[in-house]
């Protein structure tokens, strides 16, 4: 997170402090405890083995909402509405998830799905650098605390591999084909000696068609990973 972002986030919770993103009350973590209770109840954990996408250019799957209700309403406050402030709150579901902890456990480098320069602008941060951040982050934290710091974990954040270079039409506007049209030839990659022969871990919100994902894995593999693997908070 750069120090200008930072600078921006503690004006704008001076300006408007933090609500919850489904009742509205004031919550500084961005959901109050009444809906965070709620929400855990519709929080699952789902891992598709490679044979359920063996098309896709991935070998596996996890999220931890579906794409509905409350999980649904949040995610898309956090996108578009300027609450940027929601990333630790979904983090702090993924990783207290013990499955996909594990799971998340295997994998070397962490990659966020970049978004344009124009986009950024408009937005202010990348929704999914800031989750693949605070996961890097967060794991040896999480490691040395389940593991009385015996285990070491270093996943290492890479933001500087797969960029996006084009400005397209925003993938929730399209419906399946489109979509699989739009994000063609829109990624490249950089780098590529940081990921070559790592298992690598993809990092977007939301998870439709899978045509974003499927093309970023796409470009990741001419740098010829170990594995590419995909998280995202919610499948639709």
Do not use: H
């Not at 750069?2 to 300006?15: R, T």
């Not at 962490?110 to 800031?130: D, M, T």
């Amino acid at each position: 997170m750069s120090k200008i972002f930072k600078i921006q986030e503690k004006i704008s919770n001076l300006l408007y402090p933090p609500v919850c993103g489904i009742c509205g009350k004031i919550a500084p973590k961005g959901i109050c405890i009444k809906c965070n209770v709620e929400l855990k109840k519709q929080a699952e954990e789902n891992i598709l083995q490679k044979e359920e996408i063996e098309e896709k250019n991935f070998e596996e799957l996890m999220y931890i909402f579906k794409y509905e209700g409350q999980a649904r309403k949040l995610i898309l406050d956090y996108k578009f509405n300027e609450k940027s402030y929601m990333y630790k709150t979904f983090v702090n579901f993924l990783l207290n998830n013990k499955k996909i902890f594990e799971n998340i456990k295997k994998y070397d480098k962490i990659i966020p799905v970049p978004i344009s320069k124009k986009r950024y602008k408009e937005r202010g941060y990348n929704q999914s650098l800031l989750i693949a951040k605070e996961i890097s982050k967060q794991m040896q934290y999480k490691a040395n605390i389940e593991n009385k710091q015996k285990e070491k974990i270093n996943l290492e954040l890479v933001n500087n591999c797969l960029i996006k270079t084009k400005n397209i039409i925003e993938q929730s506007k399209l419906n399946k084909e489109e979509r699989q049209n739009n994000i063609q030839g829109v990624y490249s990659l950089q780098n590529p000696q940081k990921i070559t022969n790592q298992k690598i871990l993809l990092v977007d919100d939301i998870y439709t068609t899978g045509s974003t994902v499927n093309e970023c894995s796409k470009i990741l593999k001419q740098a010829y990973p170990k594995k590419i693997g995909v998280l995202v908070l919610a499948k639709d």
